[in-house]
């Protein structure tokens, strides 16, 4: 990390830069930009912008749990219980005839009443309010080493799942045909996307993860043509997002997350205005 400090410091003469706290979440918006940004591709090409709001919801009761069991900082609750959350979600939805939207809805609801009703018992509540809107300028050394880890692992995931979830996306009949196990790679889907909100809701807030989970992949998709391009744009968008996001959310003493969001938002209406000239 000293060596980042020092680089940091030497490439960006800029005010914001000398601070170390704003170092930190540089980084961890270098690490927590691409997970956003590739795992929206797939969120928005199969229509699970809702199921990732879910899952925003589902912390709420992990969190209830962890405070519940006594921790302070209650992310192995967080994980195991949106893990469970998605894995569930994803065999109702395949296992009944109830819409997808009704199944998600269900569960959704049913999260987020129990996680306030267990908070709001004994006036817990304001004690984790923060995650609400994140706090990203908190994030330390270990949590930034944590957030690289599963960079690390959903960058393995997708080298090994990408063509199935490909396939997947553009017509899951056709996937089984071709001797895909479309269940099970939904399972690991959800419950990797389940993993990196749990880990990143601390930082970016309940109220708005799920926006960075569609703004990048739907400003994409504006302006490209095919897949290769469609990948790559979304990532750059996420990335440019998060710097401009950063350093803007510290000129403007506004919270960091929900600038990168707007930021994020502003990008989509361009590149949706760009496309309607395009066509027009």
């Known amino acids: 990390m000293d060596l980042w400090y020092a680089l940091v410091s030497a490439v960006l003469p800029f005010k914001w830069a000398e601070h170390t706290f704003m170092q930190n979440a540089l980084l961890a918006v270098l690490l927590a930009a ?9 969120v928005v090409s199969n229509r699970l912008a809702f199921f990732s709001d879910s899952l925003g919801h589902s912390t709420l009761t992990g969190i209830a749990i962890g405070a519940m069991l006594g921790g302070v900082k209650p992310l192995p ?36 009443a129990t996680g306030l009703v267990i908070l709001s018992h004994g006036g817990r509540f304001n004690k984790f309010a923060s995650y609400l809107i994140g706090d990203l300028l908190s994030i330390t050394p270990s949590e930034i080493f944590m957030l690289g880890s599963v960079l690390a692992g959903v960058i393995l995931l997708w ?43 601390q930082w970016v807030g309940l109220l708005i ?46 919270a960091t997350g929900a600038t990168i969001v707007l930021i994020a938002a502003v990008l989509f209406f361009s590149t949706f205005m760009l496309r309607r000239r395009l066509v027009g």
């Open 159 to 201: 080298l090994l799942l990408f063509n199935k979830l490909l396939v997947l996306s553009i017509n899951p009949s056709l996937a089984a045909s071709r001797g895909i196990n479309t269940l099970a790679v939904e399972i690991l889907f959800s419950s990797t996307l389940a993993v990196v909100v749990a880990v990143t809701i």
């Open 209 to 254: 993860i799920n926006s960075l989970l569609v703004l990048p992949a739907a400003a994409a998709r504006n302006v490209t043509v095919n897949v290769r391009q469609y990948h790559l744009v979304s990532l750059v968008l996420a990335m440019f997002s998060g710097i401009a996001g950063l350093i803007l959310s510290y000129y403007w003493n506004a």
């Open 77 to 112: 609750s967080i994980v195991a219980f949106s893990v469970l959350f998605a894995v569930l979600i994803t065999l109702v939805k395949n296992r009944s005839n109830t819409s997808t939207d009704t199944v998600i809805g269900v569960f959704s609801s049913t999260a987020i």
């Open 34 to 42: 691409p997970l956003f940004g590739l795992l929206s591709t797939m």
